[in-house]
T-cell receptor, first 114, second 115 residues
């Protein structure tokens, strides 16, 4: 089974609107970390936000928030007030337990329309 | 901090040639990862090191690939001989294993084209 599933290959959003990128994960370990990365067309992988499995509150970083629903095993990324510069590939990732293995999803391509 | 430094940023070579990619992790990080990204296969983990020791190299495609980490501030990924199917972007990343979040920080990548 896939550890990380991103079911949206491509998404479009109007500038200034909010958008949600979906991510589900699969693990039986009670301790894990969830990450989102942005990869613009220039190619670098940029860390956006982190959520620990024991964190009580959803993580937020500026316009990014992580909608963490533990029972559903989902960790959706919400981008508020989209900007043209948000157009990029977005990858969800998980690290299980105390290990150092990171599992990445296949990514979602986001296009912000002016 | 300068971040994870990779070189070269771009490499074009001919089939059969040796390719060496280099990586300097973030100072103080104790884990280093080599990933390969292609359109067909996405992001693949090739190998990772903890405290300069290779922990998992099950992602290394075949014996043509080798990676070393002689010290905490330097790692190489070597392909010998190179083949056209090795064309990809190779990322190095580092993290502080044992820290709370253990965030993976990526370098800018090395784009390899094998003709």
């Amino acid at each position: 089974a896939q550890k990380i599933t991103q079911t949206q290959p491509g998404m479009f959003v109007q500038e200034k609107e909010a958008v949600t990128l979906d991510c589900t994960y699969d693990t039986s370990d009670p301790s894990y970390g969830l990450f989102w990365y942005k990869q613009p067309s220039s190619g670098e992988m940029i860390f956006l936000i982190y959520q620990g499995s024991y964190d009580q509150q959803n993580a937020t970083e500026g316009r990014y928030s992580l909608n963490f629903q533990k029972a559903r095993k989902s960790a959706n990324l919400v981008i508020s007030a989209s900007q043209l510069g948000d157009s990029a590939m977005y990858f969800c990732a998980m690290r299980e337990g105390t290990g150092n293995q990171f599992y990445f999803g296949t990514g979602t391509s986001l296009t912000v329309i002016p | 901090d300068a971040g994870v430094i990779q070189s070269p940023r771009h490499e074009v070579t001919e089939m059969g040639q040796e390719v060496t990619l280099r990586c300097k992790p973030i100072s103080g990080h104790n884990s280093l990862f080599w990933y390969r990204q292609t359109m067909m296969r996405g992001l693949e983990l090739l190998i990772y090191f903890n405290n300069n020791v290779p922990i998992d190299d099950s992602g290394m495609p075949e014996d043509r690939f080798s990676a070393k980490m002689p010290n905490a501030s330097f790692s190489t990924l070597k392909i010998q001989p190179s083949e056209p199917r090795d064309s990809a972007v190779y990322f190095c990343a580092s993290s502080l294993y044992g820290s709370g979040a253990n965030v993976l920080t990526f370098g800018a990548g090395s784009r390899l084209t094998v003709l």
